[in-house]
């Protein structure tokens, strides 16, 4: 490129916002895995549960089976949600926690990060995790026991610039036996109706002209018609005060996908190789160029 008669070097997305800023987030490009790799080499990775219980469709019936798995929350996607939604030195607010991966890495680019979960075992590894990892760090993430739907009781802060999280799919997979939890919950209807009461409280702790984002999906009802989860989200947010400002689908890799989709298929199910990362606004956007300087 020149400018001026003067050759000079021009920078490519990648360089210049870690991935491009498309509406499609493919974890399978080099970019990706490369970023993936860097994170992974710090020991971010989840450890192994074994307590979830996960929905499992037979033929006839539908069993919840515990599963093994590493939880899988990719920190390349917190790094780029991080750096493109939070103001410089932002307070993080995450309403359902889970694992280490959100806390650790907004400790390491400069943000302050507070998780709430109900699962004490899970609560007390991510602490362990985040002292042996985030030592030094300037801000140190902090996760606290409790449910989100007392919120307002549990947290006096109401200065938040950002709400990250993932959410329970319904009852798709059981993390604790608290009934309180929202993955114990055994109608839709009312799950929906809790899950907006914890987004109302939490939205009250963030500050205007401020981002959410959720990480959320489709999954199927009991007689395998999909539930809409996104659009549900979507259609709450909306009654919270705020727009959908970006849709971002995230591509994810195929793994062991062929091996479910081969057994769905005779119901013809296709396979989901997608999940939504929904974006939400209040505010006035137009000031969002100097909230966010390049």
């Keep these: 490129m020149f400018l001026f008669g003067k050759k000079i070097k021009t920078l490519s997305l990648v360089d210049r916002y870690l991935i ?24 971010i990775q989840s450890d192994i549960r074994s307590n979830v219980k996960s929905k499992v469709y037979n033929t006839d019936t539908i ?13 390349v996607l917190c790094e780029v949600i991080y750096n493109w939604f939070v103001p410089k030195g932002g307070k993080i607010l995450d309403p359902f926690a889970g694992d280490c991966v959100r806390g650790i890495v907004a400790s390491y680019l400069g943000f302050k990060y507070v998780g709430i ?7 007390e590894e991510n602490i362990k995790k985040a ?39 319904f009852n798709l997979e059981i993390y604790t036996d608290n009934q309180s939890d929202l993955s114990n919950f055994k109608c839709y209807r009312k799950f929906l109706t809790r899950y907006k009461q914890i987004f109302n409280k939490c939205v009250k702790k963030l500050k205007m002209n401020r981002f ?12 395998g018609f999909l539930r ?12 919270l005060g705020f727009e959908l400002y970006n849709r971002i689908i995230l591509l994810k890799p195929i793994g062991t996908l ?24 209040r505010g006035d956007h137009k000031g969002l160029k100097e909230l966010f300087n390049e």
């Design 228 to 239: 809409k989860f996104p659009c549900h989200n979507i259609l709450i947010f909306s009654s």
């Design 131 to 169: 002292k042996k990892i985030c030592n030094g760090n300037k801000f140190m993430p902090r996760w606290i026991l409790g449910d989100s739907f007392e919120v307002d009781k549990i947290l006096e802060d109401d200065d938040f610039d950002f709400i990250f999280t993932c959410p329970p799919y």
């Design 20 to 43: 491009p800023p498309f509406n499609v987030f493919d974890m399978t490009k080099r970019y990706w895995l490369k970023r993936r790799h860097y994170w992974l080499n710090l020991g």
């Design 258 to 281: 062929p091996i479910r989709t081969a057994i769905n298929f005779k119901y013809r199910k296709l396979g989901n190789r997608y999940e939504e990362v929904l974006c939400f606004y």
């Design 212 to 223: 959410v984002c959720l990480v959320v999906g489709d999954f199927r009802d009991e007689l």
């Design 117 to 123: 979960d109900l699962n004490p075992v899970q609560i």
């Design 63 to 75: 069993k919840f089976k515990k599963i093994k798995f590493h939880l899988v929350f990719d920190p």
